[in-house]
């Protein structure tokens, strides 16, 4: 996997959800991202580049809450 291509892809769709203007596709990208830093962060045996990876993963999910089913 390649983390800068997730970092660059991660912090793209965050950054048009938050001039609202993530659209359906922009969201299934979002949570397909969302799943990737949690198969990664186990290998990554560097503690900063897993702390990273962690809070990119938040970020997104922060993203996406308000497209979640049920959310308002």
């Known amino acids: 996997m390649d983390l800068a291509l997730l970092d660059a892809d991660v912090a793209g769709l965050v ?42 993963r938040t970020m997104a999910r922060v993203a996406a809450a308000p497209h979640a089913p049920g959310a308002v």
């Open 15 to 56: 950054q048009r959800e938050l001039k609202g203007a993530l659209d359906d596709s922009g969201i299934a990208q979002l949570r397909v991202r969302i799943a990737d830093p949690a198969e990664i962060v186990p290998l990554i045996h560097e503690e900063y580049c897993a702390s990273y990876f962690t809070r990119l």
